[in-house]
């Protein structure tokens, strides 16, 4: 007759080989867990839009970076020489002649805002970007324009781009204005509102918590 002590050890036994049976250890090298490289979506990037362009100012390097889902998008951009307007397009560029505070200017970069229906937009801020200097903040006046003074020479021929840019707030962003090759020229660039019907959700409530 077994003892209580022998049927005990018996027994484990017998719970430690059933064990084994339903959950074998592993054996061998564990296979590694493969490895998951995350990916990024692109950055945004917005389209370029048709507008009138001044061809002159692809010599100059003038350029546009347009803006995703910019509430003011950038409809004309041109240029005048020494203030005169004599050798910029009449059409359709003389239509701001009388518009742009400060006639042709002489060595500026304009910018004119309008609202959706084509009136000019008053009190509308703009940056306006000088190289390393710190920005200043133009605000249009009753005819929709502003300007700011443009005063360091650059080279093209070099692959200079002039130190200077404009930007309405929430608006593509007009760059490379200055003085090329010490010469007196003007950039003007001309936004234009988004209709509201084509507006972002977003777009919506900037304009709630942020007018203008």
């Known amino acids: 007759m077994y003892s209580r002590t022998m049927l005990r050890i018996v027994a484990v036994a017998a719970l430690a080989m059933l064990l084994a049976g339903c959950c074998p250890c592993p054996t061998g090298t564990p296979t590694p867990a493969p490895t998951v490289t995350p990916t990024y979506p692109p950055a945004a990037t917005a389209t370029p839009r048709a507008l009138a362009w001044d061809s002159r100012l692809d010599a100059l390097h003038v350029r546009v970076e347009y803006v995703p889902g910019a509430r003011y998008q950038l409809v004309a951009a041109f240029m005048t020489i020494n203030g005169s307007w004599d050798n910029t397009p009449r059409d359709p560029f003389w239509q701001w002649v009388d518009k742009a505070t400060g006639g042709g200017g002489d060595h500026h970069m304009f910018v004119g805002v309008y609202k959706a229906d084509g009136s000019p937009l008053a009190g509308k801020t703009a940056v306006f970007y000088k190289?390393?200097?710190?920005?200043?903040?133009?605000?249009?006046?009753e005819r929709g324009w502003a300007n700011g003074v443009c005063q360091d020479a650059y080279f093209p021929d070099k692959g200079e781009t002039g130190a200077y840019a404009l930007q309405p707030l929430n608006g593509d962003k007009l760059i490379g204005g200055g003085l090329?090759?010490?010469?007196?020229?003007?950039?003007?660039?001309?936004?234009?509102?988004?209709?509201?019907?084509?507006?972002?959700?977003?777009q919506v409530l900037e304009g709630w918590l942020w007018p203008r």
Do not use: K
């Not at 190289?131 to 006046?141: E, I, Q, R, S």
């Not at 090329?180 to 977003?202: D, I, K, M």
């Open 180 to 202: 090329p090759y010490g010469n007196h020229v003007s950039v003007f660039g001309v936004w234009r509102e988004v209709a509201p019907t084509a507006l972002t959700l977003w």
């Open 131 to 141: 190289g390393n200097m710190t920005p200043d903040a133009l605000v249009t006046d």
